[in-house]
């Protein structure tokens, strides 16, 4: 039976959802809501699904479930209103920037026995998933070093940055999942150096742009994160892990893989440019998999858990960095 | 206005197309026919578009266009039977095995002044866009020279090869199409070699599996293909364009772009392993081009004639091949 | 016992060899001889070795082998004189380009049981042994097809094109020893196609500078050379060998191997621009090669055999151009 | 004037710098000293300098240069003893494995105004040369954040970790001083995580085989470095700078660039499996420099300087592992 799915948000990841939902066999797209009307019937005239408020979609009982992608302040309340209204809920990240609320809306979770997925979209991405899958093989042996190199094109709108959380609950939290996804082992402590090199306005906000992290496991297992907010050459997202017996490295991704020589040398485009276009599959992926673990009445992966323990990296990474000491994870 | 176009052939490549019709904007498939009709059915099933007979759709005239996927003995007719009806008509290759129907072909078309495009679909993959648009740009300078690789990843049935009219009409003619895109000046004469190393039973069959060809323009550019109906990596489609200023080159495409380092070495998994998944983008991308020419009562490209000359020069190869000199595309 | 050798010629190609029996253990070089006394002396000046007349070296028992790096003309003279007075020869290829004065050169040679070698350096590069290894190693299965790029930085003058015996015996003569070197089988047949694209003094000199080649073994396997005159990126060598199980290819080398990336890409430096650098170790094991079989008198390989055979071939293709024909080796 | 430089050590990278002095014009090996006489006699035999003492070599006034090579411990006193002696000295790292003594040694070596120049050979790899040569050519403008992996192919004996100060002192010593010759500022702070992941016998001796670092300039610049004791594909350094205009590479280097393909996929050989043959172009280059600087009386450089830089920061590194905290650079 098709599984009714309602999106809440109707922005610029709403869309790519909307889109992925239609693309998805056996899910649907129920309603669409949003607090800009003309953004919800963008997406309700593409794919015929009703434009519909929110109360409306909690009152419907043919809906089964909610994608949120509306901004973040509203993330908790709205997972707890839906895990109530029983429906699955798949969220964004953050669920919050604060670790307090997020631990009191995924009480709420477990409370209602709610399922709740979140949007770390990466882990999706075929690459990683290929490096992923390599290590649960064997190739690597036992893991013992990863690398990360997370770079976004150009830095965001001081704006926007007021608003996010700054760097490392905005950004890096990206690689701290990724860490944990890879690492095969909870962090235990994260030391971490931050600047602003970027754009002079961030470091005035009281944000960093540039930052190197080290994350260590109880074991002594280590992975080390390169974070930039400006790489000329595009969105520069690149994995490595060394282990015992080898390791394995997902490259760079180009949207055309042409090379040009001449007598000044070989020349390659520039990376893609932007996250939708560079984990595009990784989108479509994700809520495929969404999709999948209703059809099948599995748990969906990654969880609140998942998205409460990135929080708190980056909360201590935010910690080592003012205190300029290795923060145990403990003591967030 | 909404395009309304017709699917004629359900099969394989069928239901590539009534996917990409799905997914462009400003056209909707109107009907889909197939002579078995489980297969209509299905694309029936799946888009919401009724299946019809070919009758049914000749005399629809709300159908503006017709994709033909049907086998190729039927094309010409078809061709000719919708040009004839006023539909703009897309045609898989070949038009024909004949050169001498396929010339009558045109010629109703002509007379008709109907709409015409050729499913070269390599012409619409971004990597090899590319290339010819760095030509274009002026990024190499004056084209002297073209390499084509272009492998299967294994042999076809024998009974396939039968019917297809050997492997220059069948496989070569796409890169024979591809050395027109990129030369940009026209075919003058062709040296073939040919073998069976491959299977035994394309030998017994009266075709080569493995064939090496050298195509040269009047003003004496070269262009190298080199087939084969084997490769063990997968499918090996590569291009190279040696100019007076530089050169440009498409590498081959994989789905995972891993590599995994060991005590034996750095390890890249194989390439695509079918030409459906290596040019997803390229059938999307000429279906929304005829869609667009359509649109905007421009003509659609690749045409009729290229189909042609693709096929006189596989003529060309073949005659070479078994007379062991240089043919002259003026002979055939 | 340390083997005495004596070099003839101290040009270009005469220094580099200097330099490689220098650095070769259980060899030493004895004297130089040269036309011009200053070439001699520099050579003298640099390894300590005395420089003398070609009769003196001659003359002299304790030399045992000499490396003969003089004009061509002079090649198939000297090695039947060095021969004769039981000396092992060493001689840069060509040995003649006249394929009847080379035949009755290795004439004398076999009376008189001597010992050639020809300067085939590239048969002694890392990376091509490496992908003739993978071969003997059962690596890629039976070789079916070989791809050969080799092209030139720029065109030489259209004097030296001139005295070359034209861009086959001169230049593709590397291409159709390492064919032979890959192929596992004799070539039966050639099939060539050439023009002057580069440098119309090239043309008018009634040469080529662009030129396509193919090569077909008695069993149909199948080498495709494309040669130019000119590569503004570089010196441009690579081999790629087509296997019932594989493929083994060895790519360009380059003098260094960084990579940059700004807004308009990635961008790598251009290959090495010159023979000599990039066959520097060539060179160098060639010389080892020829010091370890006189060291262990075994035959010094490649030999004059090789040195025709590629000859030849040179002639089927001019042939093959100029006849617009397949021309048998055995035609020749 | 040939310079005569004499060599302290004919171990294993004497054997290199007496190879290096032979290839460079302008200065001679004039003797060689060791502790075991057979290690300086094959020296001496191959080429062709006298096996002498310390004392013979200190008091021969026609050497005008001596390379240090003798065991760590005994490389503080024979600076001392030999920019006492008026001669100018080549000094394998580390002078010392003691800041302090390090100290006192460069004080005599400034109150004689002596020339000393340090093993840090890397900096004269061709390949890092161009990323450094690239940065000052502006091509990547500020410098913001550099990425340096290093890693052996195998762990060391415990003996000899013991001996050797430990893998900050020993083997990340030279990824600090290649951060120096690349991030443009000195380094101000340095944040360490380290454990023993490859073999527990380093971890009972007290030292780490697997650490991560980032070093902090004052002005926020970066640099990470990661370093294993063991990567089984060989010989990994890897480079990496990131700038305001781009980025600048350097990737691993291998000694056969040939690629297999075959079901599995696309395989190429290991990197280089020790550092002698890795770096055997910087090897002969420093040597280069260090005669170059002689022969034109200008100061060598990497100097003792240098050296004492890239030990306080291994101090502080290591301080910073066991106080799980920022150390600057001025605690030490």
Do not use: W
């Not at 490096?131 to 965001?156: L, N």
């Not at 760097?167 to 944990?180: C, K, N």
């Not at 994160?225 to 000329?232: D, E, F, L």
Request: hydrophobic share 45%.
């Amino acid at each position: 039976m098709t599984i009714q799915i309602a999106l809440l948000g109707a922005g610029r990841i709403g869309k790519v959802h909307a889109r992925a939902i239609a693309a998805t066999p056996g899910v649907a797209l129920a309603a669409v809501a949003d607090a800009m009307p003309e953004a919800a019937e963008a997406i309700s005239a593409a794919y015929g699904a009703p434009a519909l408020s929110i109360d409306q979609i909690e009152a419907d009982d043919s809906i089964a479930a909610v994608i949120i992608c509306t901004p973040t302040p509203t993330h908790a309340d709205l997972i707890e209103r839906f895990v109530k209204a029983k429906k699955a809920v798949f969220c964004e990240k953050p669920i919050d920037l604060s670790v307090e609320r997020v631990r009191a809306c995924l009480d709420v979770v477990r409370a209602e026995n709610g399922t709740l997925m979140l949007g770390f979209n990466r882990r999706f991405d075929p690459h990683f998933r290929a490096v992923r899958k390599a290590i649960d093989d064997g190739a690597i042996g036992d893991v013992e070093m990863v690398q990360i190199v997370s770079r976004d094109p150009a830095p965001p709108p001081p704006a926007y940055v007021m608003a996010s959380g700054g760097i490392f609950r905005d950004m890096t939290i990206h690689d701290f999942d990724m860490a944990r996804f890879l690492l095969g082992e909870e962090i235990d402590s994260v030391m971490a150096s931050a600047s602003s090199l970027v754009d002079p306005e961030i470091g005035k906000a009281g944000d960093y742009d540039s930052a190197s992290i080290i994350l260590t496991t109880a074991s002594g297992r280590q992975c080390s994160i390169s974070n930039s907010r400006r790489a000329t050459f595009g969105y520069d997202q690149r994995i490595e892990v060394l282990g015992s017996l080898g390791s394995v490295a997902a490259e760079n991704q180009r949207p055309v893989s042409i090379e040009i020589a001449n007598a000044k040398g070989f020349q390659r485009p520039p990376l893609y440019d932007f996250f939708m276009t560079r984990y595009v599959e990784a989108y479509a992926a994700e809520i495929a998999a969404f999709a999948a673990a209703l059809q099948d009445g599995v748990p969906a992966s990654p969880g609140g858990d998942d998205g409460l323990k990135a929080l708190v990296i980056a909360e201590a990474a935010l910690k080592s960095v003012r205190e300029g000491r290795r923060v145990a994870i403990s003591e967030i």
